[in-house]
């Protein structure tokens, strides 16, 4: 079965109109080979009515391979998501969404398209993506934590976790945020680059979006509103968890899961300089090379660290917008939905 038969059973059962697939993962990143499998993710639009009656579903989910086996290249993985749930997933600046969203301007891996919905993106691209691309680095750092226990990182958490769990002995019970000033004098005493306090969504679901202020603690958000004693037990966690990890044997090592890295680390520092993401990558070359582990180990952590170094700076003075323009994605949801009965 082909992809467009997959498509047009999905809005037949549901009564949704697909209004973009794209063709995603390594096809879209330039980094596959003959044995690739095909990965799909595209938007739908749900019906006026089952919005109305919250009847509606945020993402569907269906893969040609039911074996529970790794896909072949004959196997077709589809990921449809609703317009909502895309917008929402691009005002966190999270990484597949952000994806979708720079597709649009590779016409050649698309397979399915609504020729005004693509428009009004294309032409109004920057309003929908914003400086939260926390969840692009916190993959980055993710990986960098799993393969590196030595270098500034992991010194600059052992700091951390030593200082902050000597002053939190008695106040476990305690909400996090009564320890903020003590956290605040830390950083004013010493210079934190991987630990910091940062302003970030916390509402869910319909209705004004509230912020909170959040200890990130090497790409990892803790709300002020959790217990010192959660805090403590999780950051203690992760020093442990460097700990356990070697970096020096290359045995075992997920280089498809570096290569991931390398790509998002590589995609942010583009967005920042020039606001847009390419698509096949730039470095596509370098990333398909490190995926199919010709690159040494020691070389790909040097650089995925470095370039952390250069994209976090970048971005603290970068110009992207700080919010999406929210009041324009909702005018389209609107417009979107309410066309569509």
Known sequence: ??????????????????????????????????????????????????????????????????????NSKDDIDLQLFS?????????????????????????????????????????????????????FLGYCVGQSKLYNVRGERFSELHRFVEYFNAMAK?????????????????????NYKYIQFITAPISRGSGEVKEGVYVEVLGKKFLGTVTVGYFSEKIT???????????????????????HAVRVIDEVEELIDNGFITFPLKNRAYV??????????????????????????????SDLAERSDEAFMDALLLKFVGEYE
């Open 83 to 135: 317009i909502y749930k895309w917008f929402t997933l691009l005002k966190k600046g999270e990484t597949g969404a952000m994806d979708i969203l720079f597709s649009l301007f590779r016409e050649d891996s698309q397979v399915y398209v609504d020729a005004e919905f693509t428009k009004v993106m294309k032409e109004n691209y920057k309003r929908f993506y914003n400086k939260n691309l926390h969840s």
């Open 288 to 317: 398909t090379s490190v995926k199919e582990g010709r690159e040494n180990l020691e070389d790909v952590m040097n650089y995925i660290d470095k370039k952390l170094n250069v994209v976090q700076e970048k971005l603290a003075s």
């Open 237 to 259: 966690e992760m020093e442990e968890q460097f700990g356990n990890r070697a970096r020096a044997s290359a045995k075992g090592v997920d280089y498809k899961a570096l290569s």
């Open 1 to 70: 079965m082909k992809i467009e038969e997959f498509i047009k059973n999905f809005e037949n059962q549901y009564n949704y109109r697909v209004v973009y697939v794209t063709q995603y993962g390594s096809k879209l990143y330039g980094t596959d080979n003959p044995n690739s499998d095909t990965d799909y993710k595209g938007i739908f639009i749900p019906n006026r009515d089952s919005v109305l009656l919250k009847k509606d579903i945020e993402h569907y989910n269906f893969n040609s391979n039911d074996n529970n086996t790794k």
């Open 170 to 190: 008695e106040q476990g019970d305690e909400k996090l945020e009564s320890m903020y000033p003590q956290i605040e004098e830390m950083f004013r005493k010493e």
